[in-house]
């Protein structure tokens, strides 16, 4: 790979490091006392967005982490009682995440009030910019 490509790729990195920050500092706002870890953060919006039922082998799969740890994470959920479990529809051998209901009100809250708050840091940017940046990033998170 060229020189140039890495220094790009690298700027970019810098650029996803700010937007980490950005978004971890909005972490407790919809759970109030209960702080959560990243993993447990990025579970709940999977879960809220995905388009099919999700199981715990599909979600160590987007996470990048390994079954067991996927178990402790789905307990501390859990136990918070921001998800249930449930039987998947397709095969009652496999359990199945979804968000509580009172979670689900809570995560969509939530990403109204930071889209809200974020706002200003799109405003040099038109819609179709918008979109092209969300599409470019969509497509850098498949590839491994």
């Known amino acids: 790979m060229d020189t140039q490509r890495l220094e790009r790729i690298g700027q970019a990195l810098e650029a996803f490091v700010v ?14 006392e209960i ?4 993993a447990q ?9 995905a388009e099919s039922p999700v199981r715990p082998s599909g979600l160590a799969d987007v996470l990048g982490v390994t079954r067991g740890a996927v178990t402790q994470l789905v307990a501390g959920l859990l136990g918070a ?11 009652a051998r496999r359990r199945v995440l ?4 009172d979670t689900r009100v809570r995560v969509d809250g939530f ?10 840091r799109f405003a040099g940017l038109d819609d179709q910019e918008l ?3 969300t599409e470019l990033l969509r497509r850098t998170k498949g590839a491994r």
Not at 35 to 38: A, D, F, G, K
Not at 98 to 101: C, E, F, Q, V
């Open 111 to 120: 990403e109204r009030e930071l889209a809200t708050r974020l706002a200003p």
């Open 98 to 101: 979804m968000l509580s209901g």
């Open 35 to 38: 702080r959560l870890t990243r």
């Open 81 to 91: 009682g921001l998800i249930d479990q449930g039987t998947d529809p397709r095969d």
């Open 41 to 49: 953060w990025e579970t709940l919006f999977f879960i809220a967005h």
């Open 19 to 32: 937007w980490a920050r950005v978004l971890d500092s909005h972490r407790t706002f919809p759970f109030g």
């Open 131 to 133: 979109a092209r940046l």
